[in-house]
């Protein structure tokens, strides 16, 4: 039974960054670690506390000051998360851990820094920096900037460019955007053969110098509302391609994230934090036996 490793209800904490909803919990209230099947039940929306992912820290760390494991819905691992770490940086600030000092969090997807502001409800989160290379991404094929090449995926063929920002993007402008272009082709998108770790997937309206709009489907985790690390990379995309200046505004569903491009392709991202919830999760949570 999976009840066997939670005996006592597990605390947890949620949040969400402009719609995007995630669970942290501490790695001290866990007697063993999680399993992609506990990941699936804590996520799910009808059998458990519904999220768009998991925050387990904080973890110890030998060059930053905190550590943070990030999980999709799926059960899988993602490398990195700007709306994660916007909302993990509340949660220390929440829990006396920081205050309005630049602190390091580890992730898989490289070191950033951050710093709470406004009283928590906004972070700045320097997120790293973004490149094209089809071997850092990756895409397949050789190495290369992944720039306004051709996917076709069902029906439809699409020129997109490739990024990363810690984890992976394919960002494709479009004169108009909307949710079920997104809902439509994101999946196979995602598991297209050029993406050997899947792949996150922007569809990207260029609106003017300074802002754009954005419809993402998150590898992992489907259609969502906004996305940090979706932001940086799209915004990326569209200063590199010449369609905006430094400064970007990406609206997304959810609200709206400022990106800041700095140079060699370094960003900086802020936007704003809500906390939602503190609970228990109950042990039966886990002995349910559930299709997922």
Same mark, same amino acid.
């Given at each position: 039974?999976?009840?066997?490793?939670?005996?006592?209800?597990?605390?947890?904490?949620?949040?969400?960054?402009?719609?995007?909803?995630?669970?942290?919990?501490?790695?001290?209230?866990?007697?063993? &670690?999680?399993?992609?099947?506990?990941?699936?039940?804590?996520?799910?929306?009808?059998?458990?506390?519904?999220?768009? &992912?998991?925050?387990?820290?904080?973890?110890?760390?030998?060059?930053?000051?905190?550590?943070?494991?990030?999980? *999709?819905?799926?059960?899988?691992?993602?490398?990195?998360?700007g709306n994660g770490l916007r909302i993990f940086s509340r949660y220390l600030w929440d829990a006396g851990?920081?205050?309005?000092e630049e602190f390091a969090i580890e992730t898989l997807g490289g070191a950033v820094k951050s710093t709470?502001?406004?009283? &928590?409800?906004?972070?700045?989160?320097?997120?790293?920096?973004?490149?094209?290379?089809?071997?850092?991404?990756?895409?397949?094929?050789?190495?290369?900037?992944?720039? *306004?090449?051709?996917?076709?995926?069902?029906?439809?063929?699409?020129?997109?460019?490739?990024?990363?920002?810690? *984890?992976?993007?394919?960002?494709?402008?479009?004169?108009?955007?909307?949710?079920?272009?997104?809902?439509?082709?994101?999946?196979?998108?995602?598991?297209?053969?050029?993406?050997?770790?899947?792949?996150?997937?922007?569809?990207?309206?260029?609106?003017?110098?300074?802002?754009?709009?954005?419809?993402?489907?998150?590898?992992?985790?489907?259609?969502?509302?906004?996305?940090?690390s979706s932001s940086s990379a799209a915004a990326a995309v569209a200063h590199k391609l010449g369609l905006?200046?430094?400064?970007?505004?990406?609206?997304?569903?959810?609200?709206?994230?400022?990106?800041?491009?700095?140079?060699?392709?370094?960003?900086?991202?802020? &936007?704003?934090?809500?906390?939602?919830?503190?609970?228990?999760?109950?042990?039966?949570?886990?002995?349910?036996?559930?299709?997922?």
């Open positions: 039974m999976l009840g066997r490793y939670f005996p006592a209800p597990m605390k947890y904490s949620k949040y969400h960054a402009l719609g995007n909803d995630y669970i942290v919990i501490d790695p001290k209230d866990l007697a063993a &670690g999680l399993t992609a099947k506990q990941i699936k039940l804590i996520c799910h929306r009808n059998f458990g506390v519904g999220s768009d &992912g998991i925050l387990l820290g904080p973890l110890p760390s030998k060059q930053c000051r905190f550590a943070l494991r990030i999980f *999709n819905p799926d059960g899988s691992e993602a490398e990195k998360s851990l920081v205050k309005g709470v502001l406004d009283h &928590g409800k906004t972070v700045r989160v320097e997120m790293g920096q973004v490149s094209f290379r089809s071997d850092r991404i990756p895409v397949t094929g050789p190495a290369r900037e992944v720039i *306004n090449e051709t996917l076709t995926v069902a029906d439809k063929s699409f020129q997109f460019c490739a990024a990363t920002v810690g *984890n992976p993007h394919c960002v494709i402008p479009r004169t108009e955007v909307a949710p079920d272009l997104a809902k439509a082709y994101g999946p196979g998108i995602e598991v297209h053969p050029l993406f050997p770790k899947r792949i996150n997937v922007q569809f990207m309206k260029v609106l003017d110098r300074s802002r754009i709009q954005i419809e993402i489907w998150e590898r992992g985790a489907g259609y969502t509302l906004a996305s940090g905006c200046d430094r400064s970007i505004s990406v609206l997304m569903p959810g609200g709206t994230i400022s990106i800041e491009i700095q140079d060699d392709f370094f960003i900086r991202m802020t &936007g704003s934090v809500t906390k939602v919830a503190e609970g228990q999760i109950s042990h039966e949570v886990f002995d349910q036996e559930v299709a997922l």
